[in-house]
Structure formats: structure tokens, C-alpha cells
């Protein structure tokens, strides 16, 4: 499986040493190698659809992150990014503890992280360091809180912008503390937080990535409750009793065929770091195809310039993109799983110009045989009486994004045995 490579343009440097990343430490007893028990894709800093804290930065503040892992072992690694930051990134310390609710942490247990062996330590402009090794018992579907004091400015921020989970600041250095009462200050963001490693443990099955947009990464979900796709997905695997990492690559708006300045490289740039760049995966689930045809329907009427550019593109040039996919997954070693397009109507992404699309989208994954696995979730979905809309009882309400009983029914229409 593909492990944690050196990344972009420069290495993580600490008062010590110079180091690209964890992979190379001696780690701690019992482990057996990495495996990302929870990861996001990181994004450029930009205004988003609501605010957010990547544009201004940081100095001297805390951030406190809280994310769920979806598979435990022995040992725990934190991964930071750079990777669109305008200059270093000096992280003047951090530590990791598991979340007591809110901004609390458990003071039993919390570990501060190191680089090199050093507490302060410097990622360069466009790159990501893990941190070393921390003996740290965790369990599948448990809650930790990652804390970055960061003293000098930062410039912008590498982030993700839809967390759909509650972060918080403070003014001064309370990485270590175990209340959350100077954490005064809530984003609904993820700052250079881009995954958490474990390692140890019983033996686990190879880890499924889920690679998307704004389906993927959860929009309409309830925030704090882990309703997303992928959350319900790893609460399934949990249930048999081996739990299986599954990893949340989605970025909302997220488009195969167009970058974007505040909504993601397009998925086939992006693919190698988000998802190849993962180690201890076996298999890709890919749903994306909706922005490529809606976006540009909404050109002159949309109230979001985030969308920018209003490209057009063709059902052919998505099927090209997929193809893309493929092939970089298959020559890394992975299972690909493709998902159809869910319906829109009647939302402003829907037309009869990119339904016509959506029609020929979808034929081609259901019967072209370029994936391994196929997810019909547009027939598990859309409304038995219309099908070009979603069924009523998972519409969040905008009929483009599904609410929690939607984002289960998607987890609920995979068949385990199609992630290998």
C-alpha cells in the first residue's frame, strides 16, 4: 500500500534537524507500521461559503481541532500542512489528548508532539510533516483533540473549509490545558490539521478512502453528530467487528475536469496527494461528477463567487477524468469503487442540458466495466415518483445535498464485500 511520501516543495525543519516527515523514526514498541485512521483534503485559503479564519492566520494563539478516528491502534502520528501556505510554518508546540467534549480534553493521557525530538518545529511553504511518534492507545470511533500553539504569524492558512465540526481558538499558549474555557472563539474549519496516523494494534484490513465533493464531505449533515457518508460508513464496518479506516476526501464544489481557486485542485491533480498520498489504503469509493455539469448552469445567478470559473464541461470530458482516476489507482494498487451521479432537481444545478449529462454519466459507470465495483446511489436515492430529484426524506432541503437519514442510506446502499 502507498506510504507517506515526501511532500511538494520542502521539508519540515526543527531547531535540531531537517526531516520530511516521521516515516524514517525509530517507532515506538509494538508497532507495525502507518495506517491514516482520519484524514481531510486541504484547501487553499479563501472567504469559502462562510467565515473562516484562512485568510488572516494566526499568532500568538491555540487551536484546538477535535476529529473522530475511524480505526485505533497503539501509537498515534499527527500530520500538519503547508502545502498553500506563503511561507514557513513555524509551529512553536502541540500535543495531542483525547476530547472531553467541547473544547475540554482528558488531562490523563495528554502527549505533546515533536519533530526531529523537538517541541518547535517549522514546515516550509508547501509542503506536510508528521509528527514523531506517540505511544497513545486509541480506539475505533474515538474523539481526539489536536492543539497548535502558534506563536509567530502564519500568513494564510492551508485548510479545510467545511468541517462540519466545531473549532476553537484562544489568545496565548493553552496547547496543554485540559479545560476549554480560554477557547472563547468557534470556526466550523480545519487549519494545517490533514490527518492523524495510527500504528499498532490488532492486525487491520487496508483502509478505504472516499474521494469527492461536497456529498463526500457532508454538507447538509448536523455538525458535531459524525452524520457524514463516511462516518456512517465506518460506523457499518465497525459493527461486523473490523473496523476499517475509512477517510474523508471530499471538499465541497469539488469538481474531476476544473480547479478552483476556493473549491479544490480539480479531483484528477489532487487525486495522487489526497488519496495515493494516504498510507495503509486497499480501495478508492469515487463520487463526483455533479459540479462539473451544475456549476456551469448557474453562471448569472449564482449568489456565491466561490463557484468561479463557470466552466463548461461535457458528460465526455467527466467520463475522460474517471478514466484518469482509474488509472492512477489501479497502477498504485487499489480497488476502485465508482459511485453514480445523484439526482439535482429542482435545484439550479438541474436543467435538461446537464440531466442529458447526468444520464450519459451514469450509464457509463454503470455499464462500461472501468471500475472494479459499482454504487448505484442514484437509484438507492432519488425519488421513486421523479427521478430526476432526491427522495424526500434525505433532501436537506436545498435538493442538491442530502440531510443524516440521506448520508446513512448512502453508507447503507454499499455492498461491504464490493471494498474488497
Known amino acids: ?23 524514517s523514526t525509530s517507532v515506538a514498541p509494538g508497532t507495525t507500521g502507518w495506517a491514516a485512521g482520519w484524514s481531510t483534503s486541504m484547501q487553499r485559503p479563501g472567504a469559502g461559503f462562510a467565515p473562516n479564519w484562512s485568510e488572516q492566520g494566526f499568532a500568538l494563539q491555540s487551536v484546538r481541532q477535535v476529529v473522530r478516528l475511524s480505526v485505533g491502534g497503539d501509537a498515534v502520528r499527527v500530520r500538519l500542512s503547508n502545502l498553500h501556505g506563503t511561507g514557513p510554518l513555524t509551529v512553536a508546540g502541540a500535543t495531542v489528548a483525547r476530547s472531553a467534549g467541547g473544547a475540554a480534553v ?3 493521557g495528554l502527549r505533546h508532539l515533536t519533530v526531529a525530538g523537538e517541541r518547535t518545529f517549522t514546515v516550509p511553504a508547501g509542503a506536510e510533516c508528521a509528527s514523531d511518534p506517540v505511544p497513545f492507545g486509541t480506539a475505533a470511533l474515538e474523539r481526539l483533540a489536536v492543539t497548535l500553539y502558534l506563536a509567530a504569524p502564519t500568513g494564510p492558512a492551508t485548510y479545510h473549509a467545511q468541517a462540519l465540526a466545531t473549532g476553537y481558538r484562544a489568545t496565548g499558549d493553552h496547547r496543554a490545558d485540559a479545560g476549554g474555557s480560554a477557547f472563547t472563539e468557534t470556526t466550523q474549519s480545519w487549519y494545517y490539521l490533514s490527518g492523524i496516523d495510527v500504528s499498532g494494534g490488532a492486525a487491520r484490513p487496508s483502509g478505504i ?28 464496518l465497525a459493527a461486523t467487528g473490523r473496523p476499517r479506516a475509512v477517510l474523508n476526501q471530499g471538499i465541497g464544489g469539488n469538481r474531476v475536469t476544473v480547479d ?24 478508492v469509493v469515487i463520487l463526483l461528477g455533479i459540479n462539473d455539469i451544475g456549476i456551469s448552469e448557474v453562471a448569472g445567478v449564482s449568489p ?21 482516476l482509474i488509472r492512477q489507482g489501479r497502477a498504485a494498487g487499489l480497488r476502485i469503487v465508482g459511485a453514480t451521479v445523484l439526482p439535482a432537481g429542482p435545484s439550479a444545478f438541474s436543467t435538461a442540458r446537464s ?8 450509464s457509463w459507470i454503470r455499464t462500461s466495466g472501468g471500475y472494479d465495483a459499482v454504487v448505484d446511489l442514484d437509484r438507492a436515492l432519488a425519488d421513486p415518483a421523479a427521478p430526476d430529484r432526491l427522495n424526500p426524506a434525505f433532501d436537506s432541503g436545498d435538493h442538491l445535498h442530502l440531510n443524516d437519514a440521506g448520508y446513512r442510506a448512502m453508507a447503507d446502499a454499499v455492498d461491504l464485500a464490493d471494498l474488497g
Open 1 to 23: 500500500m502507498p506510504s507517506l511520501p515526501h511532500r511538494q516543495s520542502g521539508s519540515a525543519t526543527t531547531t535540531a534537524a531537517a526531516r520530511p516527515d516521521s516515516t
Open 106 to 108: 482528558r488531562a490523563d
Open 209 to 236: 478512502a472516499l474521494f469527492g465533493d461536497s456529498l463526500t464531505d457532508g454538507t447538509g449533515s448536523s455538525p458535531d453528530a459524525d452524520r457524514r457518508f463516511p462516518d456512517a460508513l465506518a460506523e457499518r
Open 260 to 283: 478552483s481557486a476556493w473549491l479544490g485542485d480539480r479531483a484528477t491533480a489532487r487525486f495522487r496527494r489526497d488519496v495515493l498520498g494516504q498510507p495503509g489504503l486497499g480501495t
Open 304 to 324: 456565491f463567487p466561490v463557484f468561479e470559473p463557470y466552466t463548461e464541461v461535457s458528460a465526455e470530458q467527466v467520463i475522460a477524468g474517471y478514466r484518469n
Open 355 to 362: 440531466e442529458a449529462k447526468r444520464a450519459v454519466i451514469n
